[in-house]
């Protein structure tokens, strides 16, 4: 009896619905990139809140060190540089809707200044209260749905492999 055809049928349906479930479809694999180099750690997860008023963690903290260029996640323009709450913030919109927001940051650049992936936006200070240390609080949205920002540097194309001889 063959079975390598259920798992191949198996296979594809689960390769398929994995691509399906990405959060930031409009967005292109490779488009972005993680905001500081080297890649950080992320100190606090995103954490959605069920309605947008409700509490959450609307984008991620990453470790990072006081003074450390933060660097633009994509292509796009700057829409803020300024201070929020005495908080210094930085927003870029990208291509697809979407929009980046970085602090504690102290521009570099000018509101309406078009940016490249990896070009500095800012520095970074300390003052981020979630954070014992300090850290770099990354945000990205869509209109106004919150989305999980290190999806935008985790996608990566998926490879399925050939079933060897047994059709394991």
Request: hydrophobic fraction near 40%.
């Amino acid at each position: 009896m063959n079975i390598s055809l259920p798992r191949r049928t198996l296979a594809m349906c689960l390769a398929t619905a994995v691509a399906l479930s990405t959060p930031v479809a409009s967005a292109q694999t490779g488009t972005f990139a993680w905001p500081l180099q080297p890649r950080p750690q992320v100190v606090t997860p995103f954490d959605r809140p069920e309605q947008n008023w409700l509490p959450g963690h609307r984008g991620v903290d990453l470790a990072a060190q006081e003074g450390q260029s933060v660097l633009a996640v994509a292509d796009g323009t700057v829409v803020f540089a300024g201070s929020v709450a005495g908080k210094p913030v930085v927003s870029v919109d990208h291509p697809g809707g979407l929009r980046s927001t970085y602090e504690p940051v102290l521009a570099s650049v000018a509101t309406g200044a078009r940016v490249r992936r990896g070009a500095v936006v800012g520095s970074l200070t300390s003052g981020h209260e979630s954070c014992s240390s300090t850290c770099l609080h990354w945000g990205i949205r869509r209109g106004r749905d919150y989305l999980e920002p290190t999806a935008l540097v985790r996608a990566s194309p998926i490879r399925l492999k050939p079933l060897d001889e047994e059709g394991r």
